[in-house]
């Protein structure tokens, strides 16, 4: 069955995905595409949608893209920036300033198919720099905006032209804060554009099984299952579309797994009988001695990334396979992140999206079932095929597992001379609170609008409770120039003295956080609270503290929905109390901090 669809335009900023899950939610197919297709690719789709970025501005470079959508004969319906291009392309003006952040009251002028359903009167959520000041002939305004009580009205917060079908919200409808949002996107998608609500996931299911079976024919596939979420759902996938003799799972023991976690995987597998060709190979020193003597995460990714395509070559050669086809279980983000428009800074490259990757993608020889999902669609797919819940609700973990989460250094650090400024600056943020704190010689990587930020964890020092510490960090990480996370220390005093210690991935470290990472999880599992925090990694940072050991530990609860957002999580007191005692009682570990950073500024991974 062909999907009617939206085409999402990718600003930048991350919001394209929050639309385009959005409009899923709605049984509505969504693509992103970018602002600089070519129009052809805009032609499939029955509506699109701008998404906005409050940094960009209708005003110079951001306006430089393909206006040639607006000649397609479909409805077109814009956000924020989306919303500022859609009324000057149409003849209105646009003004730099009247910024608007937070919630505002939407006042609906009349009734129109866009608000059908919803009052007179809605919160939206507004974040902006510039603003609609005039509006073009054909068009009206559909709703103004007013921030409080009293306050002046904003004009133009929502308009419209029925006669080119042309939308535009200055409010952001993608967001959980604009209470409605949701009614408005499915009144575009479905009443405006006439898209028929047929993406469910049970039909999903019955048509990949086809193409999967249409593209394998009477080859096969040979997938590496590394237990997590999408590989497990996409090895259930395969399964029901091929016989037993055309799948081929690989599970490799990278080193860089969790305590125990292979063995728990081929156990699994075999429960869920997807294992009558399931292979296991220990490939743990092919990773090592790649990642051996690297530093930069960038290079550490990519290293991990063409390992695996080694040995999955290798193992291919040696059980007597030919002519299949990579199984990989990328899902849609994935697809994404890597970056390369040129509003989006390379975030990270994803691990399956590695050169080689690509080559073998352009050569047909990659298969990826999951592709078009995002996670919360994966676990639903996951639930169609009557996959045990603890695999599908276990909490993600990245391809390249523990590799990224035990940072290394070459125990020099360029900018040394800007740490006691900045931790100067964090003493005088800090002023007036019972905390103290200080920046560390180590650099995690973050994000900062859509780029990449490698800068320095701030240590803070004080007891209070969870509302309060979370005020903190958020002041600190406003405040102070040059740092990206904010950690809670968890030891008993505050450390006097950091010096970063040169450091690589070696077995040693790595079977170190396998320990502290396993004394996080089995406390989580042991508070019934596994599922209620949405990931947890556990960080090594090689740095002396007070003279002592040779590792910090970091722990990151966090919660999230999609991994684009992340808050930090507030754990239980006993809970926190169980993990210091264990941890700090490990050897070399130097001391023990709590990850309080949302993100942005830190990414949930500190590489
Ligand atoms: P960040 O650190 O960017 O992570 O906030 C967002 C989500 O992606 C996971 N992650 C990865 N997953 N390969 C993966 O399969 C990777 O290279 C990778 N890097 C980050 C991360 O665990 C989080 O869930």
Known sequence: MQHDSIAVVDFGGQYAHLIATKVRR?????????????????????????????????????????????????????????????????????????????????????????????????????????????????????????????????????????????????????????????????????????????????????????????????????????????STVAAKLFGEALRPEQLHLLHVDNGLMRKDESLQVMKAFKAMGIDSNLHFVDASEDFLSALNGLVEPEQKRKAIGDTFVKVFEREARRLGLSNHLLGQGTIYPDTIETGGTKRADTIKTHHNRVEIIEKMIAAGKVIEPLAELYKVEVRELGEELNIPSEMIWRQPFPGPGLGVRLLCSSGELEDSASIPAISDEVTKTLAGTNFCGAALPVKSVGVKGDLRSYEHPVLIHGNTNWNKLDEIAGTVLKTVRGINRCIWNLAPKMPQTFRPLAASTTRERLDLLREADHIVMQGLRRHGLERDIWQCPTVLLPLEIDGQGEELCIIRPIHSERAMTATAAELPEQLIGEIRDAILALPKISGLAYDITSKPPGTIEWE
Not at 59 to 73: A, H, I, P, R, T
Not at 111 to 134: I, Y
Not at 174 to 188: A, K, L, P, Q, S
């Open 26 to 230: 709605q049984n509505v197919l969504a693509e992103i595409l970018q602002p600089e297709d070519p129009v052809e690719k805009f032609k499939p789709h029955k509506g699109i949608i701008l998404s906005g970025n409050p940094s960009l501005s209708s005003f110079g470079e951001d306006s430089d893209y393909n206006k040639e959508m607006f000649d397609l004969d479909v409805p077109i319906l814009g956000f924020c920036f989306g919303h500022q291009e859609i009324a000057k392309h149409y003849g209105g003006a646009v003004m730099n300033g009247k910024q608007e952040f937070g919630r505002a009251q939407l006042h609906i002028r009349r009734e129109h198919p866009l608000f059908k359903g919803l009052s007179r009167s809605e919160q939206v959520w507004m974040s902006h720099n510039d603003t609609v000041t005039a509006i073009g002939p054909d068009f009206e305004e559909l709703g103004y905006t007013l921030l409080g009580e009293g306050s002046e009205p904003h004009n133009f917060a929502a308009i419209g032209s029925d006669k080119h079908r042309r939308y535009g919200f200055q409010f952001h409808p993608e967001v959980d804060n604009t209470t409605h949002g949701d009614v408005m996107i499915r009144n575009f998608a479905i009443e405006i554009c006439g898209c028929r609500p047929t993406w469910e996931m049970a039909q999903y299911l019955e048509e990949e099984i086809e193409k999967i079976r249409e593209r394998v024919g009477d080859g096969s596939v040979f997938l590496l299952a590394s237990g997590g979420v999408d």
